[in-house]
């Protein structure tokens, strides 16, 4: 399944995501802080990509600011007037975000998002990895939200590494034996199976640390070879 940008798309159920609001994964989700600034958590498998996207949308003059930018939340969408409706929404997936909210207000005329008339570049920079953008569909001018499948997160996060993330040597974690062979014995160690992996591997993250352990396990992945 290609990325679909179109509004309404399938949802990330459908693309493979697996269960969304009422029924929300929240052993899926990990601490997202980006640009030093908090967005509460979001899906795992995006959490590099988002990173690295929000570090080069700051690195071009758009820094997300603190307490208007989220991610994960069990619920279905939204309304521009605030009340809900029974679609469960994509946040309730962790693979939304909504950037500098008080700046790009849901439902306000277009001339009032900063995204849409001083940030025009942004949209085009999220959609060219896999992220559509709820703008001019439904003037939810701060909504960013992944529109494809685990398959093409895995790929767009590679593609970010490289052109984002100042070259290819760090990739998807499963491609270093060596770095997981170690950081195995730390799951092990934090009573967590890894033969279970990777979906008990967000709960170790949790027990061991999530920063720490993925650095190290990162660590572990780049050092040099005996």
Known sequence: MAVDFAYPNADAA?????????????????????????????R???LDLVELLVAETARRGYPPKGGQCFGFACRATKRADGSYTTIPSNHSWGLAIDYNTLENVYGAPQAAS???????????????????????AIADWEHFDFAG???DA????AKAHTNLGGGDAVKELDDYTDGRDKFHDALKAAGADPGDAPANWN?????LGWRQARAD??????APKP
Do not use: H
């Not at 900063?114 to 001019?136: E, H, N």
């Not at 895995?154 to 996060?157: E, F, G, N, V």
């Not at 396990?217 to 780049?222: D, E, M, Y």
């Open 14 to 42: 459908q693309r493979g995501w697996g269960a969304g609001w009422p029924n929300c994964q929240v052993n899926r989700m990990v601490p997202l802080v980006a640009a030093g600034v908090a967005f509460g958590s979001i």
């Open 44 to 46: 795992s498998e995006i």
């Open 114 to 136: 900063v995204i849409a008339t001083k940030q025009k570049w942004m949209p085009p920079l999220w959609k060219d990895y896999g992220f559509r953008w709820l703008g001019p």
């Open 149 to 151: 499948t685990p398959t």
């Open 154 to 157: 895995a790929k767009m996060t």
């Open 203 to 207: 709960n170790a993250y949790r027990i």
């Open 217 to 222: 396990f990162k660590n572990a992945a780049l």
